[in-house]
């Protein structure tokens, strides 16, 4: 089983700035891709932002410009910098990991989720 653990959320005004984190643990062989989802109130979860083991990104135009994914590999580790949040980007952020575990099967997990606000 893989554990993905978020930190880094909270309340910000307009304009400022979070940084999400998410460690990966457990049987892990490899990890492929990692990404953000977030859902708001009422809405659907939506991707955010995605990297591969690569360094390959991809961001929801929503957020192109404004957010960064990285990760670390060697601590299975992914980050993501939100610069100047807007009040549309207050939802709970999910970490998601794709991977192999030594075993060779694959596992596509989850996190718990992390709160952000952003007050107008």
């Known amino acids: 089983q893989v554990q993905l653990v978020e930190s880094g959320g909270g309340l910000v005004q307009a304009g400022g700035s979070l940084r999400l984190s998410c460690a990966a643990s457990?049987?892990?062989?490899?990890?492929?891709?990692m990404g953000w989802y977030r859902q708001a109130p009422g809405k659907q979860r939506e991707l955010v932002a995605a990297?591969?083991?690569?360094?390959?990104?991809g961001y929801a135009s929503s957020v192109k410009g404004r957010f960064t994914i990285s990760r670390d590999n060697a601590k299975n580790t992914v980050y993501l910098q939100m610069n100047s949040l807007k009040p549309e980007d207050t939802a709970v952020y999910y970490c998601?990991?794709?991977?192999?575990?030594?075993?060779?099967?694959?596992?596509?997990?989850w996190g718990q989720g992390t709160q952000v606000t952003v007050s107008s």
């Open positions: 998601n990991a794709e991977g192999l575990y030594y075993s060779r099967s694959t596992f596509n997990s």
């Open positions: 457990g049987s892990i062989f490899s990890i492929n891709a």
């Open positions: 990297i591969t083991s690569g360094g390959s990104t």
